[in-house]
């Protein structure tokens, strides 16, 4: 990566030029042109070459946003992108086909039912703060793929990134079509006050409710991806070094900034201690000279995520297993596993977000589901390393998510 990349300071989109950007896009809708297979063809060829040409760039700016390592950029940024856009130009061509294998009553015969695929028309893409990258674009290759038109809002607790995606989607891709604005909450509420054809938000429960009450109200479909209070179950089935160090790596990876990292394990009471020596093992392993020496350990975003989880530590009844440090002048927090003896504890009513998690023991694996199904019944993601019997057992009691083996 070169050293020598200039950054543009982060700048607001004027409030009052919204309006004709959202009416640019709707207008180059209208015109017709997106729909055009070959023009998608190209802006998803050309948002290839965008991203390969900056991805130093990328490397520099998330550094600068969130520590991240330059390897780390391209493992869990790039390449998804990278792959996305290649299955989609790989498959546009088919995707758009009219789908006439469908089943119908045969009073419709003679209509010749088929399904025909049509873009919407102009979306609204609000990104998070965490992948920065992945998650703007990888709406957007979907966007353009479709055929619609879409102005990303990238997240401005991310400002590096988001400006040189600014500059990177109106260097490569249609201007009239695909537009970037930058801004906080006056700017986020503009764009809502605009009439948009799709809403795809990733992000907090909190915003993700204002969005919904809002596109309610013109009818608008939204794509809503939230987090939650994912949890991860281990039994005496389960191999504790070799869960230990997945779910280490889970919660080390962007400095556990990922919404389907676990938020507490459940642990078979016996191996609460056993499990904790493997825990520590593995974040020896991964960073023998503690991870804030480490060049691939991220930082927490900003002092306002920084607080909240240093909130979340200080006032807890349990007791820290692993971890613990903080250093608020350097947005570090380490590793940390909190031992946790009731699902009311600080640390399990609320989703962490970040490199710090609960364990909490139970006895049977009932008790287990039960603890799942009352935390959060329907969270983002769940991490079994039990038995198939036991994971089979779990399908089919309450717990509303699907079940995801280790």
């Known amino acids: 990566m070169a050293s020598d990349i200039k950054i543009p300071a982060f700048e607001v989109t004027p409030i009052d030029s919204i309006p004709k950007i959202a009416a640019t896009v709707r207008q180059s809708y209208q015109s017709q042109k997106t729909k055009d297979v070959e023009w998608r063809l190209v802006q998803l060829r050309k948002l290839y ?7 130093e ?26 792959t996305d856009l290649s299955l989609a130009l790989k498959k546009l061509k088919d995707w758009v086909k009219d789908d006439k294998d469908i089943e119908y009553s045969w009073t419709y015969s003679s209509m010749k ?4 695929k049509e873009p919407l028309g102009a979306v609204l893409i609000i990104g998070p703060y965490n992948f920065p990258l992945m998650l703007n674009i ?11 038109t879409a102005v990303i809002k990238p997240s401005e607790s991310a400002p ?10 109106e260097k490569y891709l249609d201007p009239e079509s695909f537009i970037v604005v930058n801004g906080r909450i006056p700017e986020n509420t503009a764009l809502l006050n605009e009439k948009w054809d799709k809403i795809f938000y990733t992000g907090g429960h909190s ?13 608008t479909p939204v794509t809503l991806e939230l987090g939650g209070r994912n949890p991860s179950f281990v039994s005496k089935s389960t191999n504790l070094a070799l869960a230990a160090r997945r779910l280490m790596w889970g919660k080390t990876i962007n400095a556990g900034q990922v919404c389907l990292s676990q938020n507490y394990v459940t642990v078979q009471r016996d191996l609460v201690d056993d499990f904790i020596k493997h825990l520590n093992a593995a974040c020896k392993e ?4 503690g991870a804030k020496a480490s060049a691939d350990y991220a930082r927490i975003v900003n002092e306002q995520q920084f607080d909240r989880m240093k909130k979340m530590l200080d006032t807890t009844n349990g007791k820290i297993v692993l971890g613990g440090e903080t250093d608020r002048s350097d947005l ?8 946790v003896d009731s699902i009311d504890d600080p640390m399990m009513k609320e989703e962490s977000f970040g490199p710090i998690w609960s364990i909490i023991p139970y006895d049977t694996v009932d008790d287990a589901i039960k603890i799942m199904n009352t935390v959060d019944p329907t969270p983002l993601a769940l991490t079994t390393f039990g038995s198939k019997a036991e994971n089979e057992k779990s399908k089919h009691l309450d717990l509303r998510c699907d079940l995801k083996p280790c």
């Open 286 to 289: 991964f960073y023998p000279n």
């Open 207 to 219: 915003v993700a409710k204002i969005i919904a009450k809002r596109a309610a109200e013109t009818l």
């Open 113 to 116: 039912p088929r399904i025909r």
């Open 332 to 339: 570090y927090i380490s590793p940390t596993v909190v031992l």
């Open 138 to 148: 990888a709406p957007l290759i979907g966007a353009i793929a479709a055929g619609c």
């Open 49 to 55: 070459w965008g991203l390969t040409d900056y991805t």
């Open 57 to 82: 760039n990328f490397q520099a700016s998330l550094k600068k946003d969130l520590n991240k390592s330059p390897h780390d950029v391209i493992l869990s940024e790039i390449l998804h992108l990278i």
């Open 160 to 169: 590096a990134t988001a400006m040189v995606m600014k500059e990177m989607i």
